[in-house]
């Protein structure tokens, strides 16, 4: 495929550019391969040749068109043949709704024109095949293709941990992706199981996700291990090499808890479809909670209602609060806050083990203990230590961001894969964040450039949905790591106010302690420039004390 051939129109004058709360820009617009630019006019608000837009078209979520100024005219009779009626002085808009969450204005003249810009938008936005997306063409200067993807190694975490233990090792059982295609190739696992029960494990928990470790408590020596659902199924199967895989893990003596983050009802209704969860007589000292998270459809529609309600400006107070709380999206930030404390205080209070899972492990099991490390770890909290938890917990964990960051809160278009569990999370830090304004190391501006790169990005971390898709991209190989280009930004993405703390922190979940992220839903509704001009004023507060 040859993406000229999807483009019908690469260049339109006298286009004008709106946006809310800016002026209007009016210049010439192009369309390129995967970038829509326009450049400012004289007669515009900018200087000729200035850049006002530079739109990556992977971030076009939904695209609606008008047209407008309509008139006709007959032309004179020609060889005794009858006039000809043709429509004149036509325009029309194109608004772009994207996946960051802006929405452009773009009155473009003349119909045609109009419409195939719109088609070519459409097109390109829609490529199917992530090795013709921008990432494996992006190659921005002093930047080598191999910076930053051993940044945060997997495996010298792991080998701390076992060097630490001794309890744990470091397995290669999935060193081809056989036992789980959604599995990095190196997990970590008690050092008394052998591979064939790992392998053994793997083929009684859906997807072939059996429990692995997610994080060593070092205050105590307590674990958190992720896995997907047994599939014990209506007769009640059992594995006795799975139910040895956990029961070694509590070989000290230690007490252990299933988080389950299904209802028990639907813990019910798998088990018929074949999944279920651990039974009690099958795994002794294990002790199950059923703490339900939504996930998939209802969590993205409860994305869409609340992105309508901050784009709706005709709404009064008791209005706007009315539609706030219909979204649900601040219950959803509560539950899933609520369960990460819970997983904490199993483990940091009660001493106990845990294994979080739900159905298929990939989606809000992540969402749990990720966020129970940053309440746990004050490493975690950190700009690489953040980072380092996001490639393990998220990325090589087998988050299938392909599908579930297709599409964001606009389009038309709606997949049942779709879901902002990823937005959710990282919602609950920014929570966090605002609670203990002193423990988190970067700041509101390094969430906001996580949740952009995540739906559409020029760097290839956040593609395809598993290491396993990406080992047969080549996206390390061909691609650059988002990394490099975070840490590059110096004191942009720095919290100025951070001050390490060793403690775990515990947030409320009560309904007056949890707020609208305003910087990411109310982000192009608004003006923030008075609160980034008070955040700029606290860094040469910071800086000159510093000094002094």
């Known amino acids: 495929m040859e993406f000229a051939e999807l483009i019908k129109t690469t260049k339109v004058d006298h286009v004008v550019l709106s946006r809310p709360g800016l002026p209007s820009v009016k210049g010439t617009l192009c369309i390129t391969s ?76 003349g119909m045609e024109e109009c419409l195939n810009i719109a088609s070519s938008i459409e097109a390109l936005s829609s490529v199917e095949s992530v090795m013709m997306t921008y990432p494996f063409f992006y190659r921005p200067q002093n930047m080598k293709l191999e910076d930053g993807w051993g940044l945060h190694h997997l495996e010298e975490f792991y080998q701390q941990i076992a060097a630490d233990t001794g309890a744990w090792r470091l397995s290669y059982v999935n060193e081809d992706f056989g036992a789980c295609s959604s599995y990095p190739p190196i997990v970590i696992v008690p050092t008394k199981v052998e591979e064939g029960a790992l392998r053994e494990s793997a083929r009684f928990r859906h997807g072939g996700r059996f429990p692995i470790l997610s994080y060593y408590h070092k205050k105590n020596g307590t674990v958190m291990l992720r896995s997907s659902q047994p599939l014990v199924g209506p007769n009640r199967k059992r594995c006795r090499k799975d139910e040895l895989l956990l029961h070694a893990v509590l070989a000290g003596g230690d007490r252990g808890f299933v988080l389950e983050t299904r209802s028990a009802q639907a813990a019910k209704q798998a088990r018929m479809l074949g999944g279920g969860t651990e039974h009690r007589s099958a795994y002794p000292g294990w002790k199950r909670f059923h703490r339900p998270l939504e996930r998939g459809r209802p969590l993205q529609e409860s994305f869409i209602k609340l992105v309508e309600a901050c784009n709706d400006p005709s709404h009064n107070m008791d209005r706007w609060l009315s539609k706030l709380e219909a979204s649900k999206w601040l219950y959803h930030v509560k539950e899933a806050l609520s369960t990460a404390c819970l997983a904490a205080q199993c483990m940091d209070r009660e001493e106990a083990c845990v294994l979080v899972h739900g159905a298929e492990g990939t989606d809000t099991t992540l969402l749990v203990t990720a966020l129970a490390q940053v309440i746990l770890d004050p490493n975690c909290r950190t700009l690489a230590g953040f980072q380092g938890l996001l490639e393990r917990e998220w990325i090589q964990a087998g988050h299938p961001f392909c599908l579930r960051c297709a599409h964001s809160a606009y389009s038309h278009v709606r997949l049942k894969h779709e879901a902002p569990t990823f937005l959710l999370f990282l919602d609950c830090v920014w929570q966090l964040g605002r609670q203990f304004p002193l423990s988190l190391e970067f700041n509101e501006g390094f969430l906001l450039a996580l949740f952009e790169h995540s739906y559409a990005s020029p760097y290839g971390t956040f593609l395809c949905n598993n290491e396993k898709e990406r080992k047969l991209c080549e996206v390390k190989e061909k691609t650059h790591s988002l ?27 009560e309904p007056q302690s949890l707020l609208l992220w305003q910087g990411l839903f109310l982000r192009w509704v608004r003006s923030s420039h008075h609160l980034d001009d008070a955040w700029g004023e606290i860094q040469k507060i910071v800086k000159c004390t510093q000094e002094d």
């Open 34 to 109: 995967h970038h829509l630019l326009l450049s400012s006019q004289p007669g515009g608000n900018g200087e000729q040749g200035q850049i006002e837009l530079w739109l990556l078209i992977r971030n076009v979520d939904a695209i609606e068109k008008s047209v407008q100024n309509l008139s006709w005219y007959q032309s004179a009779r020609t060889n005794g043949s009858p006039p000809e009626t043709r429509l004149a002085n036509a325009s029309g808009t194109i608004t772009l709704k994207c996946k960051d969450l802006k929405i452009l204005q773009l009155e473009i003249p």
């Open 483 to 509: 990394w490099p280009w975070l840490n590059s930004k110096g004191e942009e993405f720095l919290n100025p106010l951070y001050a390490h703390n060793p403690l775990v922190i515990w947030p409320s979940v």
